[in-house]
């Protein structure tokens, strides 16, 4: 077997590939041994027919499709591996000549690109400032209250606000339709969760009573069949409950923590905010460095690349769906989407990730960023801790994800220390 390898624009490579007659006898051999069983001829048990009657009744050339896929996958998958060919697609094949004297046939595939980085060192941005202000405390203190508010349930008539447990059934023009009847459902009166209106109907009734709520479906509402009707749901109250919004005191620090007082308790709160808002301003320092050398450097992207990328974020999508009770088709159908424009909507931000890391990895390269053994174990250790795991026993059972995870997780670390030192920060 004779071969050669030429590179072409867009990292492309193609494989021209020339088997002769020995080893395209051996190829032909073993479409024999695939398809022996396909054959019946009189006299012979099924699997049993010898290859010289098959080759006299059908000709060799009955062999020669399957003996070309067997030559082809098994002279190509030596070839990259002994030139180290990083392919990212499957290869386009073009077949130039095959007889009893053999086949010559060219391949053409894409692969990873390899590229000669640049612009990323000695360059100058600018340095972000913390966006913390004393506003974010009120809030998260707010948020906290709320995380911590109960419902108690209440003996008068429901207010904005209140939570009813409730039952309804919607008819339009006397039909009741999909989706519009439910048991013992949970609404927050004031929340705009349901219909335009429906809420606010629901506004002073009490425990026990039943009331026709009437609504109309907005034009663009996503079941097209109830768009711009008018509906009656039947509704009858159970239960009706206020919120209970702990106060902010001493006795509400206690709760949170060590804390004796609710001043030492924000203090606490506004040490978190301030660290996380800094490494959030860090974070955008490092974004925008990135960004700008990503751009000092232009390559062609392989589309196998950017649409491996792109299976990455739909199948992320199509799971998160599909725990939810929705498949990706009844999302598409939903959404008025193909799949199509579900990659096209994905392109961009495919190939801007896929550039990203290219240029990332092309800089740990160059600069021979490297984990050690200690830092990989350390790494390994924090993540046992974390998990209340005996390191030990967490080392022996890791697998091939996790530690590439870790792996990736150092290696970005030092690649950011290595960008921010060789870079400055005005």
């Known amino acids: 077997m004779e071969y050669s390898i030429q590179k072409l624009e867009n990292s492309v490579v193609e494989i021209a590939i020339k088997v002769g007659k020995d080893k395209w006898n051996e190829c032909i051999s073993e479409a024999y041994k695939k398809t022996k069983g396909q054959y019946k001829v009189q006299g ?9 009657v098959i080759v006299n009744r059908y000709g060799i050339e009955a062999f020669y499709e399957d003996a070309l896929d067997y030559g082809i996958n098994k002279y190509y998958r030596e070839i990259i591996e002994k030139d180290k060919l990083d392919v990212v697609s499957s290869p386009e094949v073009d077949v130039h000549n095959v007889d009893e004297e053999g086949f010559n046939v060219v391949l053409k595939v894409e692969v990873y690109p390899t590229i000669e980085v640049e612009g990323y060192k000695g360059l100058s941005f600018k340095k972000i400032k913390s966006k913390y202000n004393k506003k974010m405390l009120d809030e998260e ?3 906290i209250q709320q995380k911590y508010t109960t419902w108690k349930e209440v003996d008068r008539a429901s207010q904005n606000g209140d939570k009813l447990t409730l039952d309804y059934s919607g ?4 039909v009741k339709f999909d989706g519009g009847t439910a048991e013992n459902q949970q609404l927050e009166l004031g929340s705009n969760t349901f219909i335009p209106g429906f809420e606010d109907q629901l506004i002073g009734t009490k425990k026990g009573e039943e009331i026709d709520v009437k609504v109309k479906f907005p034009k663009d509402y996503h079941a097209k069949e109830l768009a711009d009707k008018n509906a009656i749901f039947k509704c009858k109250v159970h239960v009706i409950t206020e919120k209970v919004v702990p106060e902010l005191n001493d006795e509400f620090a206690k709760d949170m923590g060590e804390f004796e007082t609710l001043d030492e308790y924000k203090k606490h709160l506004e040490k ?3 660290s996380h808002a800094e490494q959030e301003a860090k974070y955008e320092e490092e974004d925008e460095m990135i960004k700008a050398i990503v751009a000092n450097n232009e390559f062609e992207i392989p589309q196998g690349l950017i649409d491996e990328e792109s299976d990455r974020h739909i199948n992320e999508i199509a799971a998160r769906y599909k725990s939810m009770g929705i498949s990706l088709d009844d999302f598409l159908k939903y959404s008025g989407k193909t799949m199509e424009d579900f990659y096209n909507d994905f392109a961009e931000q495919s190939k801007n990730t896929v550039k990203t890391r290219v240029v990332l990895e092309a800089i740990i390269a160059k600069e021979g960023l490297t984990v050690a053994k200690e830092e990989f174990d350390k790494e390994l250790e924090e993540i046992a801790k974390q998990s209340q795991k005996d390191v030990e026993e967490f080392k022996k059972n ?12 150092i290696l970005i670390e030092k690649l950011i220390t290595f960008l921010r030192t060789s870079n400055k920060f005005e």
């Open 141 to 143: 203190l707010k948020r």
């Open 171 to 174: 008819e339009v023009d006397g």
């Open 398 to 409: 890791f697998d091939q994800q996790l530690f590439a995870g870790i792996m990736n997780k």
């Open 272 to 274: 978190e905010l301030k």
């Open 44 to 52: 012979f048990r099924p699997g049993k027919v010898p290859f010289d």
